[in-house]
């Protein structure tokens, strides 16, 4: 036991230690009076807080104990309480009756919502300023900013089915996430006081979307991605903006008008500019001034030279599936592969890429898959203010696959009626077979046992009048059942206005 200094001891020390004097020299005087300064030192210290209650009944039993009389026994709830400087407010402990159920916490205020603000110069003109206004505004009476207007994302079908390549769909749910604001500027190209920045921006998005591209070449092939993207049923979730502007590097090899600043249209066309502004806030048709197609894209863009920087052009192995699916045959549409010209000329006489082609194709013949993901798994807390969700509360993505294609079946042909054919009068097209019905009538007539011979033999034969051929048109050619045939013609008969204008 630690041993306390003079500095460290107190009154209530003290009476303990006479008390303990007392009980050794057996002086029962003593030891009386010790116990009653000890009791009467505790018993200021358990009264430091008046709202304490039941210490009497403690004075009591402790006076029952030092005279040795009967022991009493506690017949009263004590509340002791420390002394008030020591006190702390606390919470009640939950009781499933006793507790009064108390009005749930207000969440934390949300950051009350601002219309977007397109950093304008104040040397913009008027017009464009209230345009621009009008468009946030327009956005804002949804509680949306401008952008999630031009490039929706939820319940949006893409050009591939999410469930199947889930992390294909990650990779373009970030991309689309971290620039469709960067998007909506830039088909506007409205002027700005950050024009470094958005031009930064700009070559940010253009390395996600070859990375985009590349993965779904990677996974589908060239062809199969193109059939996906062109012949598919989905939404415009692909980013084709993105366009040399003008007085650009880019702008001499761009085959349409280049981008040009929107304060300069204002100034010089006004329906362009009308134009620009109908278009901004509508999905389908925003990026109306980008590129046609993908292989436009990749052709003007210089995405397919395999001898170019890496961040600039398509990755290696999705060049690899290009020259595959070029080399092997003809393309299923013509425009999608230029053999002659540019960027496809210097992809398919490279000889860079023979060992990376070797991998690919050893990976496609054992089932492989050829694309490799490098990126973390979605988190929930990745998701910004502006974002929209990735999956809904049953963890389904909230992007949806393409509209499934619409199975055509051809109208059964119905038979249709024949009609009786005389002598010398040919059978009119309707009937399909080119018989009378002689031979129907045959049937109808009640059968004849023996009579029918000598009937045969009594009358003279009758030869049936000669069948005049009926025209037959190209695509109604007769199949072996006298049907005739549903396929399309294959040859395209002249037009009367074709004769008539020759005569003329």
Request: hydrophobic share 35%; net charge negative; with cysteine.
């Amino acid at each position: 036991m630690v041993k306390k200094t003079n500095s460290d001891v107190t009154d209530f020390d003290n009476q303990v230690g006479s008390l303990d004097m007392a009980l050794e020299l057996d002086d029962e005087g003593d030891v009386f009076i010790a116990q009653r300064e000890f009791w009467a030192c505790l018993r200021t210290r358990l009264s430091v807080n008046n709202a304490s209650q039941g210490l009497d009944v403690l004075d009591a039993m402790a006076m029952d104990v030092l005279s040795g009389g009967d022991a009493r026994r506690l017949n009263q709830i004590l509340v002791i309480l420390p002394h008030p400087d020591q006190m702390q407010a606390g919470e009640p402990a939950e009781h499933y009756v006793l507790s009064i159920p108390l009005p749930p916490l207000k969440a934390a205020a949300k950051k009350k919502a601002e219309a977007y603000d397109f950093r304008l110069p104040t040397t913009a003109p008027a017009r464009l300023m209230i345009d621009l206004a009008a468009l946030a505004q327009r956005a804002f009476s949804k509680g949306l900013a401008p952008f999630h207007l031009a490039y929706p994302w939820r319940k949006q079908r893409c050009w591939y089915p999410p469930s199947e390549y889930p992390e294909l769909h990650l990779v373009h749910y970030r991309a689309n996430m971290r620039f469709r604001e960067l998007f909506f500027l830039w088909a506007l190209y409205a002027p700005c006081l950050n024009v470094d920045q958005r031009r930064k921006e700009k070559m940010n998005a253009c390395r996600a979307r070859n990375e985009l591209i590349s993965y779904n070449i990677e996974e589908r092939g060239y062809f199969g991605f193109l059939d996906d993207f062109e012949n598919g049923a989905h939404d415009t979730l692909m980013w084709l903006g993105g366009r040399a502007v003008k007085h650009s590097a880019g702008a001499a090899k761009s085959k349409g008008a280049a981008h040009e600043d929107l304060g300069v249209v204002f100034a010089k066309d006004k329906i362009l500019y009308e134009r620009a502004i109908e278009r901004a806030l509508d999905p389908k048709i925003v990026d109306e001034h980008g590129y046609a197609s993908i292989p436009e894209l990749l052709e003007e863009a210089e995405l397919i030279g395999p001898t170019r920087a890496p961040h600039l052009r398509l990755s290696d192995k999705a060049l690899a599936r290009i020259k595959l699916d070029v080399t092997s045959g003809p393309p299923p549409v013509p425009s999608w592969v230029g053999r002659t010209r540019g960027p496809w000329k210097a992809l398919l006489w490279d000889a860079s890429l023979k060992d990376t082609i070797e991998e690919v194709v050893e990976l496609l013949d054992l089932g492989m898959k050829v694309a490799v993901y490098d990126q973390k798994p979605f988190n929930p807390d990745e998701q910004g203010d502006d974002d929209s969700d990735f999956e809904d509360e049953d963890g389904a993505f909230t992007a949806l696959p393409p509209t499934p294609p619409v199975q055509y079946r051809a109208p059964a042909v119905k038979q249709r009626a024949t009609t009786p054919s005389k002598p010398g009068v040919p059978v009119s097209r309707s009937s399909k077979s080119g018989e009378s019905e002689d031979s129907s009538d045959d049937k109808k007539k009640p059968a004849t046992k023996d009579d029918s011979d000598k009937d045969d033999k009594a009358q003279p034969k009758t030869t049936k009048a000669p069948v005049a051929a009926k025209e037959t048109l190209p695509g109604d050619e007769a199949d072996d059942d006298g049907e005739i045939a549903s396929e399309l013609p294959t040859k395209k008969l002249k037009s009367r206005s074709a004769s008539v204008d020759k005569a003329k």
